[in-house]
């Protein structure tokens, strides 16, 4: 689809995110989060299942949950696809009855090659602290870290550290933490580290992503 895109209209997008880079702000939490959110996207077809799921903290026991559903409008590019998943999240989010103190994003945030993945673009556009925790890498690299539990290494892109590489199990593989808005790197990975118990993700973005999923299934591939 990124082929029958006019290279004028996908450059007027990077720019928009090099714009939203500027917006993102890096600083410490105003207050301790006593709700998180976290958000994650299925896609099925040519559509798009969006789930936002909200815990206490520091309980970590799920309230409420929203799911949203729709077609997909935006073609896949790389290095776009906070366009392309970000309307569902946001109506995901905002489904849910209580606005959350910090989201967790399945994505990047500064890691992105313009420092604006999917993160900053929820947290810019909800004014909320969010975090890009995510699955894989997309820009940098980083030095090896330890095989326990809490271990991390700074992500470098440009010679600049992007985001994290976060051990959050013990001999598991890494996940990737940047900041999205209105947080700092290192509370970016306390949170991370705070909210991940006995599996390789955040309670709440495994629970969304399972949700998201389970939902998806339920679809038809021309669901209308």
């Known amino acids: 689809m990124a082929d029958s895109v006019p290279t004028e209209l996908i450059e007027e997008y990077r720019q928009r995110q090099r714009e939203l880079a500027h917006a993102v702000i890096e600083r410490s939490l105003t207050k301790a989060p006593t709700v998180i959110a976290a958000v994650d996207v299925h896609l099925r077809g040519s559509w798009g299942v969006a789930a936002a799921v909200a815990y206490t903290y520091p309980s970590l026991e799920e309230i409420d949950h929203h799911v949203a559903t729709g077609r997909l409008t935006f073609p896949y590019i790389p290095g776009l696809l906070s366009y392309r998943e970000a309307p569902l999240c946001l109506e995901a989010i905002r489904g849910l009855a209580q606005e959350p103190d ?42 090896p870290l330890g095989e326990e539990r809490g271990s991390v290494a700074p992500l470098v892109a ?42 390789r993700l955040p309670e709440p973005s495994r629970r969304a992503h399972l949700l998201a999923q389970d939902t998806a299934r339920t679809l038809p591939t021309d669901a209308p």
């Not at 593989?173 to 705070?194: F, N």
């Open 102 to 143: 910090l989201i967790l994003a399945d994505g990047q945030g500064r890691a992105h090659p313009r420092r604006a993945g999917i993160a900053c673009h929820l947290g810019v556009e909800l004014g909320l602290p969010t975090i890009g925790v995510a699955k894989s890498i997309l820009v940098g690299r980083h030095d």
């Open 158 to 199: 440009d010679d600049e550290v992007v985001g994290m590489a976060v051990r959050t199990r013990t001999g598991v593989t890494p996940v990737y933490v940047s900041v999205g808005h209105l947080i700092t790197l290192d509370e970016a990975v306390d949170w991370t580290l705070r909210t991940t118990t006995r599996y």
